[in-house]
């Protein structure tokens, strides 16, 4: 004879109640009987598969978004170190720009613009002459090109987080800001930004003589300013290099000559 898994024989003992040991253990037997039914008619199977099911669930989903977690801090990180490394080297660019406008001004001999040529003149009474003098406007056009890579390299620095790039770029701009009565006597002036701006009608009127004792000699401030960009552009690269070796947790590897450099 089978057993009927779905009827309640809790109910065939329901007259043997008198003895406390009895119903212990029929009380038992109904336990037992009411899991076997549970486990027959596949209820209990159904329960346990949805609870591991769910459990899997979950964990794949925490999995999923650790994973997407982990790609974008790594993909942040990443374009930390592009941005960086960018920034540094368009400082090298401009630094290294002003060097070579800054030379312009600075070379000496037959590469002078300074040098003076024998030019055609008309006086007022249209009487045609030779004269032999500067270049004006070859000369006002250098000076020009030179403020606007100037003005370029400022910018580019002006958010520097190294601390050599960013001390070289502030001597740059002292040293600006101690010729700035000279450089106003031939029409060039100093804002309070640190940047340069070119009158060119007052340069012509001080004279090309004064252009060159300022700007184009041994101590005057384009050759300073040549040394300076040098020196700031050596930083910069160096720094741009340095954001190649950032590691994952942001961290970069030391450059002790840039360290002891910044003492200089």
């Known amino acids: 004879m089978g057993i009927n898994v779905n ?6 003992f329901s007259s043997m109640s008198g003895a406390s040991s009895s119903n212990n253990y029929l009380s038992g037997l109904t336990g037992m009987l009411s899991d076997y039914s549970s486990i027959k008619n596949g209820s209990y199977g159904k329960l346990v598969s949805a609870y591991y099911k769910k459990v899997g669930n979950d964990g794949s989903s925490s999995k999923t978004d650790d994973s997407k977690d982990a790609k974008s801090s790594e993909l942040s990180k990443s374009q930390q170190v592009a941005a960086e490394k960018k920034k540094y080297s368009s400082i090298a660019s401009n630094a290294n720009a002003l060097e070579e406008s800054a030379e312009k001004l600075t070379n000496s001999g037959t590469d002078s613009i300074f040098e003076k040529t024998w030019k055609a003149t008309t006086d007022e009474d249209g009487n045609k002459a030779q004269v032999f003098d ?29 601390s050599t790039t960013s001390t070289r770029a502030s001597y740059m701009e002292k040293i600006t800001n101690s010729f700035k009565d000279e450089l106003s006597s031939i029409g060039i002036s100093v804002s309070d930004k640190g940047k340069l701006s070119l009158d060119k009608d007052k340069m012509k009127e001080a004279g090309m003589e004064s252009v060159k004792n300022i700007l184009g ?12 960009a040098s020196s700031l ?24 000559s840039s360290i002891m450099d910044s003492f200089i």
């Open 134 to 162: 500067y270049n004006t406007d070859k000369i006002v056009s250098a000076v020009s090109d030179f403020v606007t890579k100037y003005n370029s390299l400022v910018s580019a620095a002006s958010d520097a987080s190294d």
């Open 7 to 12: 009827m309640d024989y809790s109910t065939l």
């Open 233 to 256: 552009e050596s930083a910069a690269s160096r720094a741009a290099s340095n954001s190649s070796t950032y590691s994952k947790t942001g961290s970069v590897t030391p450059n002790y």
């Open 217 to 228: 000699s041994r101590s005057g401030y384009a050759y300073q300013m040549s040394s300076s």
